[in-house]
Nanobody, 115 residues
Framework: QVQFVESGGGLVQPGGSLRLSCAAS????????MGWYRQAPGKQRELVAR???????IYADSVKGRFTISRDNAKNTVYLQMNSLGPEDTAVYYC?????????WGQGTQVTVSS
């Protein structure tokens, strides 16, 4: 089994940036699709971005042009660079396979955008 550990969240002002990391407990080079997800208070978890092993990326409309997903197979890590953050981006962010597998949800990392 694999474990995903998210980090890099925090409190940031509107317009700011954060870079999230998702460290896997084993090699991710064989994982075809990885995704970043988020869950805001009172809302369902949603897919933010996904990345194919070859590097192709797909984004939710709400983050397109502001977020960038990337992966470093050598470091077993998937990243999410988030720019131009707004209050609507406040959520707990998770990584997982895509489609997600329930047993692999980690603790997530909290992102709070507030002045």
């Amino acid at each position: 089994q694999v474990q995903f550990v998210e980090s890099g969240g925090g409190l940031v002002q509107p317009g700011g940036s954060l870079r999230l990391s998702c460290a896997a407990s084993r090699s991710i080079s064989s994982i075809y699709l990885m995704g970043w997800y988020r869950q805001a208070p009172g809302k369902q978890r949603e897919l933010v971005a996904r990345i194919i092993s070859g590097g192709m990326t797909i984004y939710a409309d709400s983050v397109k042009g502001r977020f960038t997903i990337s992966r470093d197979n050598a470091k077993n890590t998937v990243y999410l660079q988030m720019n131009s953050l707004g209050p609507e981006d406040t959520a707990v962010y998770y990584c997982n396979y895509h489609p997600p597998q329930s047993r692999y949800w980690g603790q997530g990392t909290q992102v709070t955008v507030s002045s």
